[in-house]
Nanobody, 122 residues
Framework: QVQLVESGGGLVQPGGSLRLSCAASGFAFHYYAIGWFRQAPGKEREGVSCISSSDRSTYYADSVKGRFVISRDNAKPTVYLQMNSLKPEDTAVYYC???????????????WGKGTLVTVSS
C-alpha cells in the first residue's frame, strides 16, 4: 500500500535551518510528482513546494521562495525539503503527498503522510 513518512521536524530558532524528509513506499515513486504542504494552527492547509517526476521542475509558494529548496532521490526513494532562514510564521505541521496529476505538479495532494511538526521559536 502507498506509504509516505515525513521526518526531520522539530524546534528551531528563527533564522535556523531544518531538512525534512519524505520516505515513500508501495507505489511507483519515480512516476509521481511529490508536494509539500503545511497547516498552521487555526489555518487551512497550504501548498509549500512541489517537484515533478519527469524533468524535476520545482515550484514554491511565494512565502518560501528563496528560502526553501525541494529535491528528490528516486533511488531511496525520498523527497527532501531544505528549509533555511526559518521564520516564526513557518511554524506548522508539514505533510508530503503524491500529486493526483501523476508526473506533473498540480498543487493538490492525493496520498498523504501523517506529517511532521516544525516549530520556529526563540
Amino acid at each position: 500500500q502507498v506509504q509516505l513518512v515525513e521526518s526531520g521536524g522539530g524546534l528551531v530558532q528563527p533564522g535556523g535551518s531544518l531538512r525534512l524528509s519524505c520516505a515513500a513506499s508501495g507505489f511507483a515513486f519515480h512516476y509521481y510528482a511529490i508536494g509539500w504542504f503545511r497547516q498552521a494552527p487555526g489555518k487551512e492547509r497550504e501548498g509549500v513546494s512541489c517537484i515533478s517526476s519527469s524533468d524535476r521542475s520545482t515550484y514554491y509558494a511565494d512565502s518560501v521562495k528563496g528560502r526553501f529548496v525541494i529535491s528528490r532521490d528516486n533511488a531511496k526513494p525520498t523527497v527532501y525539503l531544505q528549509m533555511n532562514s526559518l521564520k516564526p510564521e513557518d511554524t506548522a505541521v508539514y505533510y508530503c503527498a503524491t500529486d493526483p496529476k501523476g508526473p506533473s505538479c498540480s498543487g493538490r495532494g492525493d496520498y498523504w503522510g501523517k506529517g511532521t511538526l516544525v516549530t520556529v521559536s526563540s
